[in-house]
């Protein structure tokens, strides 16, 4: 501010050093010589227009860190129209592979976007016939929409791509105003870390900065974490969930930002991963022999990188430009403020109650401030964990937070937590069995449990029982021990019998009767109706019955979700050869390929004992095994030894360190409890960590235990 700076006394000098401002690419360094009242005017009118031009020009975060390529052009600027002409109840009919294509806006109204979507499908097909003449008005205005140079290939392809995109704005506009909340911690956290602030933006995508999102994939948060994703990083469990903490949750994101940016080398795969997964960007990066995002968005066609993985950085690029203008498309928006919260670190287990008794405020108060405890902790089943880092608003405070705490007295404070009273899933159990039998309710089973599924448990899993102050709940013995198979192997059905009672009456899923008798629909049997139950149905059968295709579905996904925040490729390449990543032997990929290791050692021109190293190159031979189930079994053998590390160890923070005279990676890495599959997902360039020299730089994750 000129006028702060120099107008004290216009007669004297004012300023004798250098003032540098940096804006963008360009810094201003201006050293003031004497300045008068004669020459101050000139000298401002001078830096007025610099600073003009200079505000005028891209950043330099814009131009290196976040490029944007020619072809992704037309799909921010379609983004842009979401955030901001249209809100929730209404929406663009568009073509899903060219964003510069926008057929029409319409209410949100299914009936509506049916109809219009089949006039336009008529239409498209019409034209992709070959007709360019005697054309109808629509017909016109789609082939102007289009250009009259279009091929019949692509309007035919397009018939099949019309899709339906709600419109944001409303919901753009309230995340706006919740941004306020949070902007300031998140640009700080990312400078920190020396990050782009503009990675602030990115809530906006993810959730409209609201920290209680929860997505239809499980994903929790304002940064929309996965669970085993958020494991790496945070704690996550049934008692303490950081990733509906959104300040805690912001270092989290950061750190994986941070950690797939070194492992892919720009900042435009780093958040693409964040969609798509680390590994996944990987393959895509291997698979066009490109690391330029525009290149990738248009030619790959890789699994799962479907619509929402394509348009996840243009996605991100129009909400930052929807933000830098708000005023513009919105006018005057009023931010929510920074909250101003007093914390303190528990040194010991308390109950919620007496925390809230000694600082004066209620229970809801408290609740609000420490999102990620979850409601085991409120209705008194667990403890608020020792190490936790309490917050309360100071505007809520009747006095001194410290001085409140210190008034609880010791008794009140515990060395452990409240235990859990688990149950194990048997034979033929169900949930609401399961509720009934120990006096609760399906929806605190589903809650305190965090399943995802009310209809899915598994023979053999431990289900958290509610509980009131360590009381254990009321078991309910009437009628819950299994009866025999009536004679015949069928049963009644008589008046007030439900399919799932009947079940868990002779220990027989649910699924299986269901199966057995051509029932469709669960909730409809009739009195008087003869089920087949059946002495050939075994009593071992899953409370839920699936098929191997489901089952390995199932654990293909929980593999994904594990491996989501690794950025190594876990394919094989189009040679049939893979890289040899750490933990795996010769014997492992053997098994995987299901053949001997002496067959594989032929293959690759091995000595006997030839050991293999990690970042060598294995040829692989897939005549029994196909490529998918080597690849799966591959992802599943990682995704397990990842996850049971992540049980005991998160990433807090990451170290960068010089390597001293006679240090071995390894030896470091081990006494930071650091494997080396994690400390490879670091440091991606070095691949073979015996040759690392003397003062070579390697990024160490900072790892903490997890505590009980």
């Known amino acids: 501010n000129l006028n702060d700076k120099l107008l004290v006394n216009p007669e004297r000098v004012l300023y004798s050093k250098p003032v540098v401002r940096s804006w963008g690419s360009i810094a201003i360094v201006a050293h003031f010589a004497p300045i008068t009242r004669v020459n101050f005017f000139s000298v401002a009118r001078s830096l007025l227009a610099l600073v003009i031009l200079t505000l005028s020009l891209p950043t330099a975060a814009d131009e290196s860190d976040f490029p944007v390529p020619d072809n992704i052009r037309p799909a921010i600027q379609f983004w842009i129209k979401v955030y901001t002409e249209a809100d929730t109840e209404s929406g663009f009919l568009h073509d899903a592979e060219n964003l510069a294509i926008i057929y029409e806006k319409l209410p949100r109204d299914s009936k509506l976007i049916d109809e219009h979507r089949r006039v336009l499908t008529g239409d498209l097909k019409v034209l992709a016939g070959g007709k360019r003449s005697d054309l109808s008005n629509s017909q016109q ?164 990188f479907g619509f929402a993985s394509r348009n996840f950085y243009p996605q991100f690029l129009a909400a930052l430009e929807v933000e830098r203008n708000a005023e513009r498309y919105f006018g005057a928006i009023q931010l929510d403020t920074y909250p101003d919260f007093a914390e303190y670190e528990l040194g010991a287990f308390v109950d919620a109650g007496v925390i809230a008794s000694s600082l004066g405020v209620d229970m809801d108060t408290l609740k609000h401030a420490n999102p990620a405890l979850l409601p085991p902790i409120w209705n008194g089943n667990k403890r608020i964990p020792k190490g936790y880092l309490l917050k309360v608003d100071r505007g809520a405070l009747q006095g001194d937070f410290v001085a409140s705490i210190n008034t609880i007295p010791a008794t009140e404070f515990y060395d452990a937590q409240i235990p859990d009273l688990n149950y194990t899933v048997a034979s033929g159990d169900t949930l609401s069995g399961i509720a009934g039998r120990y006096n609760t309710s399906i929806s605190e089973l589903v809650a305190i449990n965090q399943l995802r599924d009310r209809h899915t448990i598994r023979i053999g899993q431990k289900l958290v029982l509610p509980q009131q102050n360590g009381v254990v709940p009321t078991l309910v013995v009437n009628d819950t021990s299994p009866q025999a198979l009536p004679s015949g192997g069928s049963y009644t059905v008589r008046r007030g019998d439900t399919l799932t009672a009947i079940a868990e009456r002779f220990r027989v899923a649910t699924q299986t009767l269901m199966t057995l008798n051509g029932i469709r629909d669960r909730n409809m049997i009739q009195p008087g109706q003869v089920l087949r139950i059946g002495s050939e149905v075994s009593q071992d059968a899953p409370a839920v019955a699936v098929d191997t295709a489901t089952v390995q579905r199932e654990a293909a996904e929980q593999a994904e979700n594990v491996l989501a925040a690794d950025p190594t490729d876990y394919s094989v390449a189009a040679d049939n050869t893979i890289e040899i990543l750490a933990d795996e032997t010769l014997g492992h990929f053997a098994n995987w390929l299901g053949m001997d290791s002496v067959t594989l050692r032929r293959l690759n021109n091995l000595r006997a004992n030839a050991a293999v190293r990690i970042g060598d190159r294995l040829k692989l031979d897939f005549t029994l095994v196909g490529r998918d189930s080597f690849e799966g079994s591959r992802k599943e053998f990682h995704s397990t030894l990842q996850a049971q590390y992540f049980t005991s160890y998160r990433i807090r923070d990451t170290e960068n360190y010089s390597i001293k005279s006679s240090e071995l990676v390894g030896i470091l890495a081990r006494e930071r409890s650091v494997p080396m599959w994690l400390f490879r997902q670091y440091n991606p360039l070095i691949t073979d960590a015996s040759l690392v020299k003397v003062g070579q730089i390697v990024v160490f994750p900072v790892i903490e235990k997890v505590s009980n």
Do not use: C
């Open 141 to 304: 205005q789609l082939l102007a929409l289009w250009g009259s140079d279009v091929s019949s290939e692509r309007l035919a392809l397009a018939a099949d791509s019309i899709r339906w995109q709600l419109g944001q704005s409303d919901r753009y506009q309230e995340g706006l105003v919740r941004s306020g909340a949070y902007r300031e911690h998140i640009e700080s956290v990312a400078r920190a870390k020396d990050m782009p602030v503009e990675l602030a933006a990115l809530p906006h995508v993810e959730s409209s900065f609201h920290p209680g999102a929860f997505s239809s994939a499980a994903a929790s948060g304002m940064w929309q974490f996965m669970r085993e994703t958020a494991k790496r990083f945070m704690r996550v469990d049934t008692i303490v969930d950081e990733r509906l903490d959104p300040y805690r949750a912001t270092y989290a994101a950061m750190e994986m930002l941070q950690a797939d940016y070194r492992a892919l080398g720009s900042w435009p795969l780093a958040l693409t991963a964040y969609n798509h997964g680390a590994n996944g960007m990987a393959r895509a990066v291997r698979d066009t022999g490109s690391n330029d995002i525009g290149h990738i968005i248009a030619d790959y066609k890789g699994p799962r």
